[in-house]
Structure formats: structure tokens, C-alpha cells
């Protein structure tokens, strides 16, 4: 495959009522939006990944919604949690009967690279036993992360790249708020902003809107 | 009532009961490993006793203990629901080489105790007599050696499944996965393949 990126416009179609595209371009979008998942959950990431599955998070949006428990109808494995050496021969077993083409994500910090289980029982990442295409850093990864690192694999699906890559983590808003100069209203902080008495305060203000 | 459990079992076993003490309440003896299974059918059978419940039984593993054939101490921890007490009864056994690291299963006095001796079997390498299924439990039958004990080296892993090098993955696989101090947990990610060089 090209490593040219596909541009989505190629796809639509003009006034002339048909759409040129390549073939592998064409078959790169019908993948990516057809993801079949085998969600191989063994740990607490399995809670995350719950909730990324489920309807608040909703990995329906995305074209990834159906789980599928044969790996012989899947063709995205998500290794979701710790995976001990006993359990490596299983998961080597669950790669390999899947079809191709394939895709493995690596959710969280111990699928991919062992995390702090750095003793006898765990293996160090799955990439020492399978091919994997997207880590997601994180002890559980939020939501939003693992909403994320699909949409990498989505984008590298539609390019034919097979290299990996890392999802980087977001800025969490939170941050930025508690370093505010001005007090943070959310925590329960006062704003100093506010005139000692009299005037409009933003308390006030805010009391005359839900009034 | 839980002093005199303690008199109770010096009462009757003697020599056999080689130290006891009791702190805030909990009572710990000390026992010969050739009185063990004695010592315990008593405390299980016995009215006054009546120790019904077993609460966990492990080992430790003491190396500078070695040389009084002292390595591995086994620790049960009881407890009596009728008669509200709880109780911790340690043996020491083995040698540097877990020569003799070998005590009678408790497995027909309490039968919760059949899997706690097949982890302390697997971690420490005790041998329980008289265990109906002394089998490794936690660990696969491959694995070599009791990764609990302390001269097992810490990064010794004992892979099932061959590891990919990088010639098989295409590409430098240590470079992938180690995330920045920002980018979630790092972790040192040496021990992958280093098990030859530390064994």
C-alpha cells in the first residue's frame, strides 16, 4: 500500500454523479469505519474500556461497535489490561486465529509496556509477543484517550501504516484552573474579583440568571 | 481467654512449643515442625479449642535462617467462631537448599487449607506431606524454581511464548512503548530479554 494520505474528498461525489478514488484508498475507508472488536479484557482497564464501550463514551460514533467474541469475526483486538506470562500463549492464540487484516491496540500502561509489574508474572508489553499498532499510555487511559488512539488506528487504517504509534495524552482542564490567579469558583474558592460590597458580583449575577 | 490458649497448648505439648507471645491481642506460638499436624488436629478437635476456621496459611522466607535449618517460616493463621479467638501458629523448616523444607498437610484437619499450601508449594517450595494434589497453583509447570524465595533474581522471567526480536518486528521495538514522565506512568522497561543476563 501507498503511503500517501487519502484524502476523504476524493470520496464524495461530484456533480457528475460518480467518485474517483484508488483501491486501496477506497478499501482503507471501508475498513476503518467497520472495525469488528475482540476486546480481550483481563484487568481493572477493563472498567475504562466499559465505559468507552457503553453510551456516554459511545464507540458506536466511531464505526467500532460491534464486539465480536470469536477472533474469527474480528479484526481489531483491544488487549485491555495486564497480561501475565501464563496468559501469553492465550493471547498469541487469539492473534493469530484472527483474520487479516488485523489491528491490535494496547490499552493502557501494562499491555504496553508491563507498567510497574516488573517481576517474574508479566510480560513487558504485548509487542514482545504479537504486532501491536496503537499504545495507550494511561493507569487506567480515560475515555477520551482511548476514544483517541481509535481514531489514530482509524487514520492509519485509511493511510495503509502499519507503524505504531502513541496516543499523547490531552491537557487535563483541571490543571489549568487550580493554577488560576483568580481562585477557581468550581473548587468552592472565592473570585478576588469580587468588590468587598456593593456593585454587581459574579455571585449575584449568576443568582439573578437562575432567578 | 486468648492467654490461656496459649498455657493450654504449653500445658500439653511442652518442648514442642518453642516460643509464644501475645501483643495487643494477638497470640502467636512457635512450634516444632514434627509437632505441626499433632498441634493442630488438637487445636481443631479440642472443645476448648475448637479453632474452626482457617484464615490463611503462607510462608516466609528467612535466608540468614538457613544454617539452624531455619529458611522458611509457615505461617496459619486460625480463628474460632464458637469461641471467639484467633490464633497464629509459625514453624521454621529447610536449609539454604530447602532440604527438609517439608511439613504434614493440615489439608484433612481444615480443607480450605488445600490451596494455601499449594501457594506456599509454588512460592517457597514446602513441601506439605500428605497433600492430596501438591500441584503449582499460581505458576505454570514449566517454570523453574520458587520466584517468592529471595535468591530467586527479581527480573528472572520465564517466558511461555518466545519473544519477537526486532528483525521479526520490522522495527526497534524498545523505542515504541516507553512513555514520557507526561505521558503516563514510565516505567524502565529492561527487564524484556535481560533474563539471561541476570540468571
Redesign the interface.
Known amino acids: 500500500m501507498s503511503n500517501q494520505p487519502t484524502r476523504t474528498i476524493a470520496l464524495e461525489a461530484n456533480e457528475q454523479g460518480f467518485a474517483t478514488t484508488r483501491l486501496d484508498a477506497l478499501l482503507g475507508w471501508a475498513r476503518k469505519y467497520s472495525l469488528f472488536q475482540y476486546p480481550f479484557v483481563t484487568a481493572c482497564c477493563g472498567m475504562e474500556f466499559m465505559s468507552v464501550a457503553s453510551p456516554r463514551f459511545d464507540l458506536a460514533r466511531f464505526g467500532a461497535e460491534a464486539p465480536r467474541f470469536s477472533p474469527r469475526q474480528a479484526d481489531l483486538l483491544w488487549v485491555v489490561g495486564t497480561i501475565s ?2 496468559q ?2 492465550v493471547l ?1 492464540r487469539i492473534y493469530e486465529q484472527m483474520m487479516d487484516p488485523k489491528w491490535v491496540m ?1 490499552f493502557g ?1 501494562c499491555a ?5 509489574y ?4 508479566t ?3 504485548i ?6 499498532d496503537i ?1 495507550i ?3 487506567p ?1 480515560r475515555p477520551e484517550a482511548a476514544l483517541d488512539g481509535l481514531l489514530l488506528l482509524q487514520d492509519k487504517i485509511a493511510r495503509g501504516d502499519r ?2 504509534g ?1 496516543v ?2 490531552r491537557e487535563d482542564p483541571m490543571t489549568h484552573l487550580r493554577q488560576h490567579p483568580r481562585g477557581l469558583p468550581l473548587l468552592g474558592g472565592i473570585p478576588n474579583s469580587i468588590p468587598p460590597s456593593g456593585g454587581p458580583s459574579a455571585g449575584s449575577k449568576s443568582d439573578k440568571e437562575h432567578t | 481467654m486468648t492467654v490461656r490458649v496459649l498455657d493450654k497448648l504449653k500445658e500439653r505439648f511442652g518442648s514442642a512449643i518453642l516460643e509464644t507471645h501475645s501483643n495487643f491481642g494477638d497470640d502467636t506460638a512457635l512450634v516444632a515442625p514434627a509437632s505441626w499436624k499433632e498441634i493442630c488436629t488438637f487445636l481443631r478437635k479440642d472443645p476448648q479449642m475448637d479453632f474452626d476456621l482457617i484464615i490463611d496459611l503462607c510462608g516466609v522466607d528467612y535466608p540468614h535462617r538457613a544454617e539452624t535449618n531455619e529458611r522458611i517460616e509457615i505461617v496459619l493463621h486460625l480463628c474460632s467462631l464458637p469461641k471467639r479467638a484467633r490464633l497464629r501458629l509459625k514453624t521454621r523448616v529447610g536449609d539454604e537448599e530447602l532440604n527438609g523444607a517439608e511439613v504434614d498437610s493440615v489439608t484433612h484437619i481444615w480443607p480450605g487449607a488445600n490451596w494455601f499450601e499449594r501457594e506456599t508449594f509454588d512460592m517457597m517450595g514446602v513441601k506439605f506431606r500428605g497433600h492430596p494434589d501438591l500441584r503449582r497453583i499460581l505458576m505454570y509447570p514449566e517454570f523453574e524454581g520458587h520466584p517468592l524465595l529471595k535468591d530467586y533474581p527479581a527480573a528472572r522471567t520465564q517466558p511461555l511464548v518466545q519473544y519477537r526480536n526486532e528483525e521479526e518486528a520490522g522495527l526497534p521495538l524498545e523505542k515504541i512503548a516507553p512513555f514520557r514522565e507526561d505521558e503516563g506512568m514510565s516505567f524502565g522497561r529492561n527487564v524484556w530479554n535481560s533474563a539471561d543476563e541476570n540468571n
Open positions: 506470562q501464563r501469553a500463549p498469541r494496547a500502561t504496553s509496556c508491563g507498567g510497574f516488573d517481576n517474574y508474572t510480560v513487558p508489553g509487542d514482545k509477543i504479537i504486532p501491536c499504545y499510555p494511561g493507569c487511559p507503524t505504531p502513541i499523547k495524552p
